[in-house]
Each structure stands twice: as structure tokens, then as C-alpha cells.
């Protein structure tokens, strides 16, 4: 085989070995449903301050949460770990600590002041009613 074939080889062999990477380290699809606040830090110390908080990710980049106070509906965008809540009264960039099917861990500052907030992801309401039953 001559130098000239082996170097096209080479090429079609780099070519199909250079995939596509995700944009994003996270898919959207995995945030998908209701996540409801289990534990929040603030400054590094357990608070209370945001009580019942939720984040309930909707399709097309839809976000409602109560995180301000009152329930607002945002758009999101997701790149990499940065998660950004855009629009409303409380604009917000997050970094995902990590997520699992039933765990979101979410860091961001707000007002100056860090908090670390852990989330459940909550069980549909019917299956919720069975387990009452």
C-alpha cells in the first residue's frame, strides 16, 4: 500500500472515530417532572428559609418554581453542569452537583449568599394515592 493510501486510511479511520460530543454533560429529558426540596443550605448550614421550594421541569425548556417566594413559570436552559433560570423576578444560574433518577443536587448564590439545595424528585399523584390506599 502506498504513503498516499495510508494516509487516507488514516483519515477515514480518525474520521469515524471523532463522534458528536452532547452538548451538555446532562440530557433535558432527565429533569423532566416535579423535584421537591428535601434539604437546603445556606452558607454552608442547614436553613430553613426556603421551606417547601419545588422546581417542576415542563417540556419545551419550561420551568415553574416557587424559589422567589410565590410560583413563577421561567424558561431554562441547560449547558454542560450550568443550569440558568432566565426571566421572572429571581434570574438564576445553577451549577447541578449532581443527578440521579430520584436525587438532584443544585449550588447557586443568591442575593450574594451560597446555598446547596437537594431534591427529590416527587411521585406522580396517582401512584401517591395508592400508597394512601
Avoid: H
Avoid at 421551606?51 to 441547560?78: D, I, M, S
Wanted: glycine share 6%; with cysteine.
Amino acid at each position: 500500500m502506498s504513503g498516499r493510501n495510508l494516509f487516507f486510511v488514516f483519515l477515514l479511520l480518525l474520521g469515524a472515530s471523532c463522534q458528536d460530543e452532547p452538548d451538555s454533560a446532562y440530557q433535558t429529558e432527565m429533569f423532566l417532572g416535579r423535584w421537591e426540596l428535601s434539604e437546603a443550605l445556606r452558607n454552608g448550614e442547614p436553613t430553613q428559609t426556603l421551606g417547601r421550594a419545588f422546581f417542576e421541569f415542563l417540556p419545551e425548556n419550561k420551568l415553574l418554581t416557587n424559589l422567589a417566594g410565590v410560583q413563577e413559570e421561567y424558561t431554562y436552559e441547560l449547558q454542560g453542569e450550568q443550569l440558568s433560570q432566565k426571566g421572572g423576578r429571581l434570574p438564576l444560574d445553577m451549577k447541578i452537583d449532581s443527578l440521579s433518577d430520584s436525587t438532584l443536587v443544585l449550588s447557586m448564590t443568591i442575593r450574594d449568599t451560597p446555598f446547596k439545595l437537594t431534591l427529590n424528585r416527587a411521585r406522580p399523584e396517582a401512584e401517591q394515592e395508592e400508597t394512601l390506599q
